[in-house]
């Protein structure tokens, strides 16, 4: 789609305009497992001040979630999560309400930064899942009709549990996680425990 300094430029400025977005007002994401989806989200809208946010940020696995928005209101979703009989409800340590309206500075950033860079771009050459959609990308899609996804993405729900659900039942078999802390395999353990069994963990 993009060669690799196109790629590494587009990651460090997504990076520095988040990290931006998150420096006020006070803000965070997290932790809520143990919970349907349908019981969380009438939480996150109750524990949410006037003006303020608090919204399901990622959708990791069944009943596994990762909440976002103003300090304040995820301090009371806590509780409100913890007395509706969550398994785990704790604050996570990162500063910023990433995946909700908090970061539309940085979505605004990322979209000029995108299309300025999509002249350069090729259509992929093999299939792309989208987690803000949670759908297939087929080879050959002209970069236009992806190139949005990639930056309402910082504004929206990750559905990391739908795509990776939309690639086993399409078929895909193999699955490899980059890096040191296998947080990808343990989730994976949650949504297949075959697929789980075979996935492999590369270190770097």
């Known amino acids: 789609v993009m060669d ?10 997504r990076a520095e305009a988040m990290q931006e977005a998150a420096a006020a007002p006070p803000q965070g994401m997290a932790s809520i497992a143990g919970l349907e989806k349908a019981k969380l989200a ?3 809208k109750e524990s949410a001040g ?3 946010i608090c919204k399901i940020a990622n959708v990791l696995f069944d009943k596994g979630f990762a909440c976002a928005g103003h300090k304040e209101a995820l301090d009371r979703l806590v509780e409100k999560a913890t007395a509706a009989g969550a398994m785990q409800a704790k604050m996570l340590k990162t ?3 990433f995946h909700t309206d908090l970061m539309l500075p940085a979505k605004a950033k990322l979209l000029k930064a995108l299309e300025d860079a999509q002249p350069k771009m090729s259509a992929p050459k093999c299939d792309i899942y989208m987690n803000v959609s949670g759908k297939r990308i087929a ?3 002209p970069p236009s009709e992806f190139v949005p996804l990639l930056a309402d993405q910082l504004c929206s729900e990750v ?4 795509s990776v659900s939309a690639m ?3 078929g895909v078999k193999e699955y490899y996680e980059c890096g040191p802390m296998k947080q990808l395999t343990a989730m994976m353990k949650r949504i297949n425990q075959k697929i789980w069994k075979d996935m492999k963990n590369i270190d770097v």
């Open 139 to 141: 080879a050959g899609t």
């Open 42 to 44: 009438p939480l996150c």
């Open 159 to 162: 559905l990391w549990e739908p």
């Open 50 to 52: 006037p003006g303020e």
């Open 168 to 170: 086993i039942a399409d």
């Open 95 to 97: 500063k910023g309400a």
């Open 4 to 13: 690799f300094e196109t790629g590494l430029k587009l990651v460090k400025l």
